[in-house]
């Protein structure tokens, strides 16, 4: 079985400019999670999918970020303008309908200079 | 809200000595708990998991027991080898979060041979 797919797996860009990271999750997992991951910290979630539609999104910051799961399966995420403080690993999880056990994907490391 | 607090590192050992790494943590109702693994260079890999009270987890050799009372989900194992290198995560994932993991901070844990 294939595993959580993402990528980049490494992005640097300019403070101000834009990025946008992909995952593709398990098949057959409903619940798709983006996490951010700034050194030193664990993982925090941005927002959750169950199938196309937005679970949780409370710790999104949408004035930059934004994220979206078209047709239940791929994500995508994106930054616009970008901030020092966005560098960080960005995971992608998925997991199967109203189970506890997440599968992480290997992250795309972000640097903001 | 659901939290998760972790004994902070860096942990360092010498081979084949004990390992207790504390974990305690904060949620409504009965969550599950969790710990995650991230070697060097690698994602996040699931440990071990428990999900009722009194509950033990068990993987490589990796132990940790779910205590309500004490509310504590300590990660312990009888001998560690270099190759334990890594950075441990505990988490949690209650209904009221929609599944999704709360993570502490990380213990970093160095083997010497």
């Known amino acids: 079985e294939a595993g959580v797919a993402q990528s980049p797996r490494y992005k640097i860009i300019e403070k101000r400019q834009s990025v946008a990271f992909w995952c593709n999750p398990i098949?057959?997992?409903?619940?798709l999670y983006w996490y951010q991951q700034i050194l030193g910290q664990g993982p925090k979630l941005l927002i959750q999918?169950?199938?196309?539609?937005?679970?949780?999104d409370s710790q999104l910051p949408k004035d930059r970020f934004s994220a979206e799961r078209l047709k239940g399966v791929d994500s995508t995420l994106k930054i616009q303008p970008a901030k020092l403080e966005d560098s960080a690993v960005y995971l992608c999880?998925?997991?199967?309908?109203?189970?506890?056990?997440?599968?992480f994907g290997p992250g795309t490391r972000l640097t903001v200079t | 809200g659901n939290s998760v607090t972790q004994m902070e590192g860096p942990v360092t050992l010498s081979e084949e000595a004990f390992l207790t790494i504390n974990c305690t943590y904060t949620?409504?109702?009965?969550?599950?708990l969790f710990w995650y693994v991230q070697y060097p260079g690698e994602g996040l890999q699931l440990l071990l998991k428990?999900?009722?009270?009194?509950d033990k987890g068990s993987n490589k050799g990796f132990e940790a027991t779910y205590r309500k009372e004490t509310t504590s989900f300590h990660l312990e194992k009888g001998s560690v080898q270099v190759s334990d290198s890594a950075v441990y995560f505990c988490?949690?994932?209650?209904?009221?979060?929609?599944?999704?993991?709360?993570f502490g901070k990380g213990t970093s844990l160095l083997v010497t041979p």
């Open positions: 098949s057959g997992h409903a619940t």
């Open positions: 999880a998925s997991s199967p309908s109203h189970s506890r056990e997440q599968y």
């Open positions: 988490a949690l994932s209650g209904v009221d979060s929609g599944y999704a993991l709360n």
């Open positions: 999918f169950q199938n196309n539609g937005v679970v949780d």
């Open positions: 428990a999900t009722k009270a009194d």
């Open positions: 949620a409504t109702g009965y969550p599950s």
